[in-house]
């Protein structure tokens, strides 16, 4: 501290009141009063970090932790020691953004208050993406960032979420000077978007984000003694308690590898507890048969059977008894294991997989990067506008993505955005939009990219098709929408009457279809004229634990995922939606009893029959090879614990081979 007469007077005041700090045993209501004047002592003298800290001592004083005087005790005895060496006190808390040790995860408690509070971090989140997108101008964007933060950080104060006020006072500071110019507000935006992740995770998951936190600025944090918090006075370990690895991607896999085996063999131990329940169930159904033969012999007589017999009866139907009972307890000693053992499985996939998860946002700047960089070659405006940029996903299918939704999204700026002049004489804004969001549903996300472009004329497809030989005439008059589009994908088929270095040869959405494709997802085009293109990439996310419903056509067993179910009804035999058995190329069948309603995000209501709905059941299903997954509407397979294995479909897949059999059955 540079000023020696405060710093003696601080120092008195750190001494009046740490006797009250360290009373045994702890007289509580001075303890707080000390707390609260040391708080004030501070602020005054403008450690504000260290008057921060006591702060938060003094909150868990009062909710009665009785270690918050005694943390704040070591806290201020290393902060006297500091200031008798001529230091600052304020050095022995972290500097932002590494969390002082008091910082502790504290979610709103009541329910509906913790549902409102995400509600407004989340709207004031979505407000700072659009501030981070570039539609506004410098110091317009860095305004707006700075109230978005300034009103988490109240919101945060209010419900008790002391790590988010925390990092937002923090991040506040460094955004405060966006304000001065251009150049001072580009700054503090590039800031705003290094720690735009972590606001999202101090969201969802605070303690991930603390730590992560912890663990960036370690290597920079200065070299303090973190206050005793501990039950007891034992030492402490010379390794933090939030101390972090590096662990490589492909070990991870591994393990990954080794929890499916491990899954393989607890459904192994579930298949044999239904086993023995069933063979119980025979057993007793045999001893039911010889008391009924027992019955229908009556007493022994001498004409009659040997009493000898009867008796070697009578205990042959005791012994089943027994037996039936010993396997039903046989079946649930081996049930409870095998459910501790699904939940521990459940939770280790659950971590291992987050170890190798990304937001997905990093894929959208990298595509913002491109499409930007398009647009200035072809003498574009275009503004890039995210959603769902938080939803997270695997690195290894982050970047198997990038190179399909790059060919999209750069047809998107060749074919669909026109040239700013085409734009207003239509009626548009100079600078055309493309959309880039993102949404994970029912193990599977949706990538889409759209734009308000041009559109795709489809009677200029239909034209161009039969011009080049690839539809027939007749073909083409009766083709829909839809299949006009998919002729888009097709190599060597183009809308464009000359070629640049961008567009007009024929090639990009087929590759980009081939690329979806080995990753077993599809893309599915929807456009109207004048009015842009909208490409939906779907793929698989990680396979995993999931809820399925096992059905029944034609003799097969076959699951859907539940989520993928909206509703199921009774119908008449014969009659209504086309069979599961037909959908998926197993042969023709009339359609069945049961009507499955598949719940979509289009919104068309798709249905399909099958014969029979047998169960609901949460298990592994597994990923399917490219190549398998390329030969039908299969979403993955469950292996059974007998060594059997069945298909699990994809709804999403099959609602279009049951919409057009739905639209031939008239005919």
């Not at 493309?434 to 041009?454: C, E, F, H, P, Y």
């Not at 047998?614 to 979403?635: I, Q, S, W, Y």
Request: glycine share 8%; hydrophobic share 45%.
């Amino acid at each position: 501290m540079s000023d020696p007469e405060l710093a003696r007077l601080l120092l008195l005041e750190i001494a009046r009141h740490l006797t009250s700090l360290e009373r045994t045993p702890l007289e509580v209501v001075e303890a707080r009063r000390a707390l609260h004047a040391l708080k004030g002592s501070l602020g005054l003298a403008g450690e504000g970090a260290l008057a921060q800290e006591i702060a938060r001592y003094e909150r868990k004083l009062a909710s009665g932790d009785e270690r918050g005087a005694r943390d704040a005790a070591d806290l201020m005895r290393r902060a006297e020691e500091r200031l008798l060496a001529g230091e600052s006190p304020s050095e022995t808390v972290t500097v932002w953004p590494v969390p002082p040790p008091s910082l502790t995860v504290r979610t709103p408690p009541e329910p509906s208050v913790r549902a409102q509070y995400f509600a407004e971090v989340s709207d004031r989140l979505a407000h700072i993406d659009e501030a981070l997108g570039g539609s506004l101008k410098p110091l317009e964007g860095a305004a707006l960032a700075y109230r978005q933060v300034h009103t988490i950080k109240g919101a945060a104060s209010a419900v008790g979420d002391e790590a988010m006020a925390w990092f937002c006072h923090g991040l506040e500071d460094r955004l405060r000077s966006g304000n001065a110019s251009d150049e001072a507000a580009k700054a503090a935006l590039a800031e705003l978007a290094r720690w735009r992740g972590l606001l999202g995770g101090l969201l969802d998951d605070p303690a991930s984000a603390l730590l992560s936190l912890r663990s960036r600025g370690r290597s920079v944090a200065p070299s303090t003694h973190p206050p005793r918090s501990s039950d007891d006075d034992a030492p402490r370990s010379s390794i933090a308690d939030d101390a972090t690895i590096r662990v490589a991607v492909q070990a991870v896999d591994r393990l990954l590898e080794r929890t499916t085996t491990v899954a393989v063999a607890r459904e192994a131990m579930a298949q044999s507890a239904i086993m023995m329940l069933q063979r119980s169930a025979e057993m007793r159904a045999l001893r039911g048969d010889l008391a009924e033969a027992l019955r229908l012999i009556g007493p022994p007589r001498p004409w009659g059977a040997p009493a000898a017999a009867l008796s070697r009866i009578r205990t042959v139907a005791t012994s089943l008894a027994v037996a039936s009972e010993r396997l039903e307890e046989a079946s649930a000693g081996v049930r409870r294991p095998e459910s501790a053992l699904r939940d521990a499985e459940a939770a280790s996939k659950r971590e291992l997989s987050a170890m190798r998860q990304t937001p997905i946002r990093q894929l959208f700047a990298r595509l913002t990067v491109a499409v930007r960089a398009e647009a200035r070659r072809s003498e574009r405006e275009i503004d890039v506008v995210e959603s769902g940029a938080d939803e997270t996903i695997d690195r290894r299918l982050a970047e198997a993505l990038l190179d399909p939704c790059l060919q999209i999204a750069r047809n998107a700026v060749a074919h669909g955005i026109e040239p700013p002049a085409v734009r207003e004489r239509a009626g548009k804004a100079r600078a055309g939009t493309i959309r880039l969001s993102a949404q994970k549903t029912s193990g599977r996300l949706r990538v889409t990219i759209a734009d308000d472009g041009a559109g795709v004329d489809a009677a200029d497809v239909r034209r161009r098709a039969v011009s080049a030989g690839m539809l027939a005439k007749a073909l083409a008059e009766r083709a829909d929408d839809d299949t006009l589009l998919a002729l888009l994908f097709l190599p060597g088929f183009t809308t464009r009457d000359a070629s640049d270095l961008l567009a007009g040869r024929g090639i990009g959405l087929d590759i980009a279809l081939g690329a979806v494709q080995r990753l077993g997802g599809r893309v599915h085009l929807s456009s109207r004229k004048g009015a842009g293109l909208s490409a939906a990439v779907e793929v698989p996310v990680e396979s995993g634990f999931a809820t399925v419903l096992w059905v029944e056509a034609a003799g097969e067993t076959y699951a859907l995922l539940a989520a993928d179910v909206a509703a199921v009804r009774r119908v008449a035999a014969g009659k209504g939606a086309p069979h599961l058995t037909t959908c998926i190329g197993e042969g023709a069948a009339a359609p069945g009893p049961i009507s499955l309603e598949l719940a979509l995000q289009d919104g068309e209501p798709t249905s399909v029959t099958v014969d029979a709905a047998l169960a609901l059941e949460e298990l592994l299903v597994r990923p399917l090879t490219p190549l398998v997954a390329a030969m039908g509407p299969f979403a993955g397979a469950i292996v059974r614990g007998d060594g059997t294995v069945r298909i699990a479909l994809d709804a999403h897949a099959l609602a279009p081979r049951a919409r057009a059999l739905a639209a031939q059955a008239p005919a």
